[in-house]
């Protein structure tokens, strides 16, 4: 496909505006397909990644097929570089913002870790706790599986029972069983609730 047909390629217009807008956001879009593909191969959606690789290297061919037949300019070559690390970023956020899979919490608390199983539990945490031997004596190792979308909600019951814990937080590819939150629309008495423990 050749755009300069539908344009005045003679223009100074479309030389210095509109190739270089159009490469950059062709590579936008290219670039965060497939940085979404790379994320959802790392979670073992094993076909929407195939599939979202068909576009990324279609529109990949169209960008560049304009690079190839103005090598002159030098915009197209900032607009494709910049496209790039554009698209880089907005499949990021995009990626982000779905949450999607989920996420693996480890804990080792610095003090006694009863009242944050047992609050983490009520509210249909699964939750596995196991003593080991740290560099400072014996300490107690908790773990949880979660959605991703629930990160800052744990991480903020973390911080609530046990300030500055030790904590990581890692991707699970692939899951069997278990015990998950029900997901369900949250209320403004949800955050009442939650102060009210917080003060307790």
């Not at 003679?10 to 790379?38: C, E, H, K, N």
């Amino acid at each position: 496909m050749d755009i300069s047909a539908l344009f005045n390629t003679d223009s100074q217009l479309f030389s210095w505006v509109i190739l270089p807008l159009l490469i950059f956001l062709a590579r936008i879009s290219d670039q965060t397909i497939g940085t979404m593909r790379l994320i959802f191969l790392s979670k073992g959606q094993k076909f929407l990644a195939p599939f979202l690789g068909f576009f990324e290297v279609i529109i990949w061919l169209l960008a560049v097929g304009q690079i190839m037949k103005h090598l002159d300019n030098v915009l197209a070559y900032v607009a494709y570089g910049g496209g790039f690390a554009m698209g880089n970023y907005i499949g990021m956020v995009i990626e982000e913002k779905l949450s999607i899979g989920n996420v693996l919490i480890r804990i080792i608390p610095k003090k006694d870790t009863k009242e944050l199983i047992n609050y983490l539990r009520e509210n249909d945490f699964g939750v596995t706790s196991v003593n080991a031997e740290g560099s400072k004596g014996k300490v107690d190792i908790v773990f949880t599986i979660i959605k991703r979308k629930d990160i800052a909600h744990v991480v903020s019951i973390i911080n609530t029972f046990n300030p500055n814990a030790f904590y990581t937080i890692e991707d699970v590819k692939a899951i069997n069983e278990g015990i998950f939150k029900h997901t369900r629309k949250a209320t403004i008495f949800d955050n009442f609730s939650f102060k009210l423990k917080k003060n307790k």
